[in-house]
């Protein structure tokens, strides 16, 4: 089984930054989490959870929300198994449940993961 935690989840003022964090473990079929494709959905209140970013195992292709373009930063270290979203001039709109999310190809893992956290809480004050 796959197993994921976030954390880095605060309360923070319009334009200031965050790093949420993703601690990966497990294993499917022998294939180590470092192998799977890694992303973060959010879900605002009333709203549908929505595909934020994504990256692939070796972290060289990488997938953005166009909300999340020019602001965030997806990246991962495979040696800590983490996968990380730096958040900067956060706004509003982005007050979320903040989720991490794994699959065995980018594609699927900025759609339809299989495997999910149990979500951070991020609050940007106006």
């Known amino acids: 089984q796959v197993q994921l935690v976030e954390s880095g989840g605060a309360l923070v003022q319009a334009g200031g930054s965050l790093r949420l964090s993703c601690a990966a473990s497990g294993r499917i079929f022998g294939r180590t989490v470092n192998l799977y494709s890694m992303g973060w959905f959010r879900r605002a209140p009333g709203k549908e959870r929505e595909f934020v970013a994504a990256i692939t195992s070796t972290g060289l292709t990488k997938n953005y929300a166009d909300s999340a373009k020019g602001r965030f930063t997806i990246s991962r270290n495979n040696a800590k198994s983490t996968v990380y979203l730096q958040m900067n001039s956060l706004k509003p709109e982005d007050t979320a449940v903040y989720y991490c999310?794994?699959?065995?190809?980018?594609?699927?893992?900025?759609?339809?993961?299989?495997?999910w956290g149990q979500g951070t809480q991020v609050t940007v004050s106006s």
């Open positions: 999310a794994a699959d065995k190809e980018l594609a699927t893992v900025s759609t339809t993961p299989e495997y």
